[in-house]
């Protein structure tokens, strides 16, 4: 592959990658509270719905964008109804939220299929877009895009500089004890479950709004379950989910550039490698830590106090 | 004010009262939501019944969804009781059509009584190894059972696909292998529809109960099952009953997975896919991982699956609609277990 | 109570007796594979369906987004079982279902599109479009600077190759140096994915995109480019009016209307038909205004010499990707042949996986 080839396909994987980089940094808010989300795609597809409509009711897609993101967060404090008041079980909780997410996005948007929605068109940036390599990889993309680049540091500063972050991440690991010293750990943990909600909702925005400007059952098409798996990728921290999701962004780009190619390795081996690959990632990250990185009370209830 | 309180004793006859209700509160949930369609509720209520239990013909569609959906939940559940998340129903489920395929190909010639239980062996060790390797990635890496089995569900689905595609392209060009020899297939019982698979079922279902309940295995299941750690200081072998739960799930939808290539498609393909591996989650979670309980709570999801079809085909209702009651009853179950571990009481005066 | 059973009886049975006196309508069903909204495949059906209802003495009924599979022999069934007429099934993967449920219900007319089997009461049916999709070819490779083709294609399944090579055969009647390159995105309708393949073509050199799929997220990704783009299924210029040139599409109308006034007089036999552009059931978009006169001559010109039954597209002599004559000169690739059509041409880059 010469240059020719690879400037594009990362420029595509930047692209790609971006809903999964909303959707990574929203589920990475949850799980640092504790909470682990698995209806991550549920969320995503109704913050999908949600930005499609409102972009073609109000012209507007930023409106849309802001929307999606309600919509998502409202969809996932579901989950924190059942989980954080009524103490169920957070794994099956997400994968009820995933069904009933896809399920109400699906149902909602039937009418919505074959139209399409005022949405965000390609931006270059003057003068840097210009630029030899980078520009067109970085500086050539919708606005959402260029929005996307700041939230991993911006997320990195909250966790690790800022005493809400803090806060927030005592909750995920040491709720009892956060609990003893004042601190709300419930409070903290429907922060996490609904701002994670609202970066979900807008990962999912992307996809009806830049991606493409269209609908359709499962726009998502997956995209959920790798974000949950990016966030165990990126050991938590902000700037690997970054690189994560251009990694995932690239990999599902790839797999079509070898075929415009002209490769003769069959379709269905290629598509597999973006699974592959997570589940490869998975067994690297998991063999090669020495200490472990989730939160100590990721995916434990708080019990009530007696 | 209200405060919260831990129930001392075990829910029995409790349980069974919180879920009915809390399903049906969220049926009538979703049937609300029809409104948004422009149609009322009590006309979809009457389909979705009628549709599901009004005739001969719709109690036998129902055996027949119920079938796959039995034993994979069967597989989810025994998985789930030991805190394994086994999501990776839907793709033992297409290895265990994949392998009972690759029998039925190769050895067409043989009679069926060799053939069939070759067939369910061959899906059976497919199966279980799709859901080994997650077990065994879980256990030696500490790799995330969910995602491994997850994505193990859309890697044997492209794996499906690149067969069909490929070397057991049928010869007409069209992406399905060619049809089975009459060999192998599962018959029907009677005169009815409902292949003998049902009959697979409560053989399965009752050797899995009796599994948990008499056997030294099934004691060992339990004791994990409520303190992993606990466990493991009683010096259980926590490893090992993970990969055989994990293996047993996959055999079990793999079963399944023969089954529906055998008697209900004659052949595999891609569209043998119909969500049962996460529907079965459903299933098991209402039945709280019971083997008794797992029996009824499949009829009544297939029973579901069966009446939303008559929606569609009735009032227009979108086919998405059954996911939608899928999940909201799986919320209501759980939100509504919360009164069975808790209670609340008014708070004492400080 | 007996006689009050019976004075029931006795009111019930003239009314009863009047309303079959009446005439029957006739109840058609149909069974689409995806979404009616899609704007494309079954939209296409589901236009038709419309115009059924309008006539006399029929009624219409249709059930979307049915998968192929079990679920597609239970929704069959169903329809039957509610005296259904005559029932359309409108994808491949219900064949092996509606030979099933014809079996058992030998009063009602089973009609299946895009596959191979009948029965006594069961035909198939198909429509040519391999015949615009030439035309379409013609259009992409006159207007194309670079010569190179995009085809964002959807199974690799013999509908869909037949219709990768018109479009190639039609592209290097215009130009023999043209090539079209393939890739699959094993979709019908998933409007990310197939922008995402469009544009992959489009990053290999492809100035024109083609597609088999009924989203326009090609076509979407054709005009941010500013790069032209054949649609499909229906008119899909409004997604994308700058770079749409035209589309092959459907138009199932009067093929319907003809089986249901059959069905009706009681003229109906089992058939495999395979109508095209002199039925009208294909035919090709209107040219977008980019397309030049020229063009739109040559190509109309050909579309008559379709219709009159002289230019049959797949005439040999015709190679495959690897040389091989396949159809030999002066030969026309029998309908068998086409149906089960599993080889590229040559100028065609991809594999049939």
Redesign the interface.
């Known amino acids: 592959m010469n240059i020719d080839l690879l400037v594009p396909l990362f420029a595509a994987a930047v692209v790609s990658g971006t809903p999964l980089l909303y959707a990574t940094l929203g589920e990475l808010c949850t799980e640092k509270t504790g909470v682990l989300n698995l209806g991550v795609e549920g969320v995503m597809l109704v913050g999908c719905l949600a930005a499609f409509v409102t972009a073609r009711l109000t012209g507007s897609p930023w409106l849309a964008f802001a929307a999606a993101g309600l919509a998502g967060g409202l969809f996932a404090s579901l989950h924190g109804v059942v989980c954080l008041v009524f103490q169920g079980n957070q794994v099956v909780s997400g994968l009820a939220l995933t069904l009933l997410g896809t399920g109400l996005a699906n149902y909602l948007g039937t009418g919505l299929v074959g139209q399409a929605a005022p949405g965000f068109a390609p931006l270059p940036i003057p003068g840097l877009a210009g630029i030899p390599v980078l520009g067109p990889i970085l500086f050539a993309h919708d606005p959402l895009v260029y929005l996307s680049f700041l939230l991993p540091p911006l997320f990195w500063l909250f966790f690790t500089k800022t005493r809400p972050g803090l806060h927030l991440r005592a909750a995920g690991e040491f709720p009892g004890a956060a609990t003893a010293a004042g601190l709300n750990a419930v409070a903290c943990r429907w922060v996490g479950v609904v701002v994670g909600g609202f970066f979900m909702g807008l990962g999912g925005a992307y996809l009806s709004l830049a991606y493409t400007h269209l609908w359709t059952n499962n726009l998502t098409a997956g995209r959920g379950w790798i974000a949950v798996a990016l966030v165990i990728f990126a050991f938590w921290r902000p700037g690997r989910a970054a690189f994560g999701a251009y990694l995932f962004g690239g990999i599902m780009a790839l797999q079509l550039r070898l075929q415009a190619a002209g490769t003769t390795l069959p379709s269905s081996l290629l598509l597999m490698l973006p699974y592959v690959l997570t589940v490869a990632v998975l067994v690297f990250s998991a063999g090669r830590r020495r200490t472990a990185p989730a939160p100590a009370a990721l995916g434990t209830n708080i019990e009530p106090p007696a | 004010m209200l405060r ?3 129930r001392p004793a075990s829910p029995g006859w409790r349980g069974a009262l919180v879920v009915s209700g809390s399903a049906l509160l969220a049926l009538a949930g979703s049937l609300l ?1 029809l409104g ?1 369609q422009g149609v009322s509720p009590l006309a979809g209520l009457k389909v979705l019944v009628l549709g599901a239990f009004g005739s001969a ?1 719709a109690i036998e ?1 129902c055996l ?1 969804k119920a079938i796959p959906l039995f034993l994979c939940s069967l597989g989810v559940a025994v998985a789930f009781r030991l805190q394994i ?1 086994n ?1 990776g129903a839907e793709g033992q489920f297409a290895l265990g059509a994949i392998g009972a395929t690759w029998v039925a190909l190769s050895l067409p010639g043989l009679p069926k009584v060799v053939l069939l239980p070759l067939m369910i062996m061959a899906a059976c060790l497919a199966g279980g190894l799709w859901g080994l390797i997650p077990a065994i ?1 879980r256990q030696r ?4 059972e ?3 089995t ?3 569900n ?2 044997a689905i ?2 499906l ?2 067969l069909v ?2 070397v057991w392209k049928d ?5 399905m292998t060619p ?1 089975f020899a009459d060999a192998a297939l599962l018959g029907t019982i009677g005169t009815t529809s409902v292949n003998w698979g049902l009959v697979h079922c409560l053989v399965l279902g009752a050797a899995v109960w009796v599994l948990f309940r008499f056997s030294r295995i099934g004691y060992e299941l339990r004791a994990c099952g409520d303190n992993v750690r606990a466990a493991r200081y009683a010096g259980l072998p926590y490893d090992r009953l993970a990969l055989l739960v994990m293996a047993l799930g996959g055999g079990l939808a793999g079963w399944a997975g023969c089954i ?1 290539a055998s008697a ?4 595999l ?1 891609p ?2 896919m ?1 969500g049962y591996g ?1 529907t079965a ?2 299933v098991a ?1 209402l039945a709280r991982l019971s083997p008794l309980y797992i029996g009824l709570s499949a009829f009544l999801l297939a029973a579901l699956r ?1 009446g939303v ?2 929606l ?2 009735d009032l ?1 209702v ?11 009853i ?2 209501t179950v ?5 009164f069975l ?2 209670r609340l009481v008014p708070a004492r005066r400080p | 109570m007996r006689i009050i059973v019976l004075c029931i009886m006795l009111l019930v049975a003239p009314t009863a007796c009047l309303s079959l006196a009446a005439e029957r309508e006739l109840k058609v069903g149909f069974i689409y594979v995806s979404p009616v909204g899609d704007a494309g495949w079954s939209h296409a059906h589901e236009q038709a369906r419309q115009a059924i209802e309008a006539m006399d003495g029929v009624s219409t009924s249709y059930v979307e987004a049915v998968a192929e599979g079990p679920d597609s022999e239970r929704v069959i069934q169903t329809m039957a079982r509610k005296r259904s007429d005559l029932i359309f099934a409108t994808s491949f993967g219900y064949m092996d279902s509606m030979l099933k449920v014809a079996r058992q219900f030998p009063n009602t007319v089973f009609m299946h599109c895009s596959g191979f089997k009948t029965a006594a009461n069961m035909g198939n049916y198909f429509g040519r479009i391999y015949q615009p999709r030439y035309l379409s070819g013609m259009v992409a490779g006159a207007m194309s600077k670079t010569g190179v083709l995009g085809y964002v294609a959807a199974f690799p399944i013999p509908e869909v190759i037949r219709g990768i090579n018109a479009f190639t055969l039609g592209a290097r009647s215009v130009n023999p140096q043209a090539t079209v390159r393939v890739v699959w995105t094993k979709t019908w309708y998933d409007p990310a994915k197939e922008k995402e393949a469009a544009k992959s073509l489009l990053d290999v050199g492809a100035d024109v995109i083609a597609q088999h799929q009924d989203s326009p997220g090609p076509q979407e990704a054709a005009q941010e480019r500013g790069v032209y783009s054949i649609g499909y299924n229906t008119d899909m210029s409004r997604f994308a009016p700058k770079a749409h040139l035209t589309a092959p599409v459907w138009n199932w109308t009067p093929y319907y209307r003809q089986v249901v006034e059959q069905v009706q007089k009681g003229t109906w036999k089992p058939s495999s038909d395979w109508p095209g552009l002199a039925e009208g059931v294909v035919d090709l978009a209107p040219f977008g205004p980019m397309v030049p006169p020229a063009v739109r001559e040559r190509v109309q010109a050909k579309r008559a010499e379709i219709v009159a039954g002289r230019e049959r597209i797949f005439t040999g002599p015709i190679a495959d990707q690897a040389g091989t004559v396949r159809i030999p000169a002066g030969a026309v690739a029998a309908d068998q042949e086409l149906l089960g059509m599993n080889w590229f041409v040559q100028g065609v880059v991809g594999t049939t996986e």
């Open positions: 919260v309180v831990r939501l948004v013909w569609d027949l998340w999501i990635l890496l500490g790799a995330s969910i995602i491994v997850l994505m193990g859309y890697i492209l794996l696909e690149f595609y490929g010869p007409s060009g069209f992406p049809a529906e209900s498609l004659g052949r393909q569209s043998i119909a996460y989650i459903v979670w069966v079809e008559h569609q085909l227009q979108p086919a998405a609609f059954g996911s939608i009651i899928e999940g909201l799986l919320l759980l939100a509504g277990s919360f571990t808790y």
